[in-house]
């Protein structure tokens, strides 16, 4: 079976996209990075990807808040063309700066605030799947999975928390402590299509048992890299 071309998008300042990439090429795709700057200019690899990753990180130094600068490179530079993707119905993943970057683009639903206690964390969580989602990411998880977090701007709000959740969107929720203040412990959530997820936490971080701190009996059933076998096994039948 051959590798689903995969695209993973980064931009200066952003950190985990090796990460982000390993995650894809060890569930069966071939990821290639490139830079939101050189994908604007030339948005062709856009096109002909079957996956795409919005890298996690703290791309311009969040100096401006939190992806503000990165969703203005990609709307400004590939907006029409990121819309066409995710019309297509093509799995699309932002995952911390990528999720805020998501939001402030508007192709996923609510905001990204500062945490509700003013400070940065970096801890390991726990998630609960929404077995009632429609988000293809997500889809026959059970168990909960557990990843590390490194925000400063993570805290969820949504207007209307309940109507996501009616609708579907709402993927993923903080089965742990809730670390950030996010609205209804919401860690992550979708479009009304479920082929796009933004997270805050950092799945890629937890593709081997052994990156866990304290591994949990049967580690596997627990590990991020469910996520990405899910995405790229939708990729294939897209």
């Known amino acids: 079976m051959s590798p689903v071309p995969a695209l993973v998008i980064a931009g200066p300042g952003t950190n985990r996209d090796r990460d982000l990439a390993l995650a894809l090429q060890l569930a069966g795709a071939d990821p290639v990075i490139v830079l939101a700057g050189e994908l604007a200019a030339d948005p062709k690899p856009l096109a002909h990807a079957r996956l795409v990753g919005i890298a996690g990180g703290f791309s311009y130094g969040d100096a401006l808040g939190a992806g503000r600068m990165l969703a203005l490179d990609l709307m400004v530079g590939l907006g029409e063309a990121l819309e066409e993707y995710v019309a297509t119905g093509r799995p699309l993943i932002g995952i911390c700066n990528g999720f805020q970057v998501l939001t402030r683009a508007g192709l ?80 992550g959530v979708c479009n009304a299509a479920g082929n796009v997820l933004g997270l805050m936490p950092h799945p890629e971080n937890h593709l081997i048992a052994r990156q866990h701190p304290h591994p949990p009996a049967g580690g596997e059933r627990h590990l991020g890299s469910r996520l990405f076998r899910n995405g790229v096994a939708a990729a294939r039948d897209s």
């Open 108 to 187: 996923l639903p609510g905001a990204l605030g500062h945490n509700a206690h003013g400070r940065f964390e970096c801890r390991w969580v726990e998630l609960a799947p929404e077995r009632a989602s429609v988000c293809l990411w997500t889809r026959g998880i059970d168990d909960p999975i557990h990843c590390p977090i490194a925000h400063g701007e993570g805290r969820y709000v949504h207007p209307d928390p309940a109507q996501l959740e009616d609708s579907g969107q709402v993927a993923l929720r903080y089965r742990s402590a809730n670390p950030n203040g996010s609205v209804a412990a919401i860690a």
